[in-house]
């Protein structure tokens, strides 16, 4: 957990860095919004043959190499973004990148199995805390580099760091981390169009094997999935260029909104621990709601600087309950394949950068979240606040989801 913890919390600090500009980008390559959601759809694009491959292979090999050559392949390629002449080379930046996500099944699973039940919400939570709070200057320090440089050349000082942080994380984990149990080797390994045919034939089987719980949250966190393919890309255009912001103002608020999360993220764990996951998923869900879809009525900083309070209150509560559950429901045996089907359990409420993906992530959410980044870019030529609209509706079924079918367990799974 320690290595895992640090590769987070370096990981975090790049990424946020450059996904918080990151469609400021594209527009300074030329693109335009309807581009800037083609690239954020392609990226899923390879999760429905990675994450099957992934969830299989991480019942049964070392998950720690798998962790290793994901991150130095993450690292190599990031460099496509750097030498990018088009929007059209950042998309195929995009697509490759999505093939790196055979890393995010085993990092879920070995957090799991390394984290006691009664303090999951807590384990987690201290991760995302440490994160969070290293990473908080990071937006801040990205527009200054901006300013700087111009979005242009910026974006590609940003890239290259995040490429080299990648391949450090790469040495850091292949030579410090230790795999938490013995690898399991219960058959000859099979070659990838069996792993592909078993693991969409078996779907009935696994859906049918999942309990209502499991997959009311996997419906939970969809709508998360969904909200973010829509917006994400668009908190950072749509406040320069609708409300007027200038980039240094929006990096300031996304420091503001870190420096709360960082505060309230280890309390939310407790929280989620000794008061209940369900409840601090409802609270979570609620703030949500009120916050988000209110960007369309906002005008100057200090209404999108509480929008923005709002939502790192609701991300704060929202990832150390919801993951928590995601183990607590999964049974050992079976959590690599429900983890690579619909992720940890996890989703940032409200992201801002260009990404829809993340660890959070399963192959059964790619294509709703490949559509809902195209239609993103679409609303949002139509109409800037279009998009939010969306999140509205998404955010009251997140809401009914947590009010009628998500519990607590009264048995956790080990």
């Known amino acids: ?23 400021l980008f594209v527009l300074a390559v030329g693109g335009d919004e309807n581009q800037i959601g083609i690239i954020n759809s392609v990226r899923p694009l390879a999760g429905l043959i990675i994450f099957p491959i992934a969830g299989y292979l991480t019942d049964r090999i070392n998950r720690v190499k798998m962790i290793a050559i994901a991150d130095l392949l993450t690292g190599i390629t990031m460099f496509l973004y750097v030498l990018a002449p088009s929007w059209e080379w950042i998309a195929v930046a995009s697509l490759v990148q999505g093939f790196m996500v055979f890393a995010f099944p085993p990092t879920s699973a070995i957090i799991a199995d390394s984290l006691e039940p009664s303090s999951r919400g807590v384990g987690i939570s201290v991760m995302n805390g440490l994160a969070n709070g290293v990473s908080m200057f990071s937006s801040y320090i990205a527009a200054v580099v901006l300013v700087i440089y111009g979005d242009n050349t910026g974006m590609r000082i940003l890239y290259a760091f995040l490429g080299l942080q990648a391949i450090f994380c790469a ?46 949250l996997s419906g939970l966190v969809l709508m998360g999935f969904i909200v973010n393919g829509v917006t994400s890309p668009f908190w950072v255009v749509y406040v320069t260029e609708e409300i007027g912001l200038t980039t240094i103002e929006w990096g ?29 998923l409802l609270i979570s869900t609620v703030i949500s709601l009120i916050s988000l879809p209110a ?26 309950a919801s993951s928590a559950l995601m183990a607590d429901y999964t049974p050992r045996n079976i959590r690599g394949k429900v983890m690579a089907a619909v992720g940890r359990g996890t989703v940032l409420v409200g992201a801002t950068g260009g990404g829809t993906g993340g660890p959070g992530m399963g192959f059964l959410f790619v294509i709703p979240v490949m559509i809902s980044s195209l239609l993103g870019g679409a609303l949002y030529a139509l109409n800037s606040d279009y998009p939010w609209y969306l999140v509205a509706v998404a955010s009251l079924v997140q809401l009914v989801l947590v009010l009628f079918y998500i519990r607590d367990p009264e048995q956790a799974e080990e």
């Open 1 to 23: 957990m320690t290595i895992l913890t640090i590769r987070q919390v370096v990981g975090m600090f790049f990424r946020r860095m450059v996904l918080s500009y990151a469609s």
């Open 171 to 216: 040495y850091l984990v292949y030579s410090r981390m230790e795999e938490p149990r013995e690898t399991i080797h219960t058959e000859p390994m099979p070659n990838i169009l069996m792993i592909l045919k078993d693991t969409y034939s078996g779907l009935p089987e696994l859906w049918r094997n999942m309990s209502l719980s499991i997959k009311a």
């Open 252 to 280: 300031l608020i996304l420091l503001y909104e870190s420096i709360l999360k960082v505060l309230l993220t280890v309390p939310a764990g407790v929280f989620a621990d000794k008061l209940g996951r369900s409840k601090t």
């Open 295 to 320: 960007l369309i009525f906002a005008n100057d900083f200090r209404a999108v600087l509480l929008i923005r309070l709002g939502a790192a209150i609701a991300g704060a509560s929202f990832i150390p």
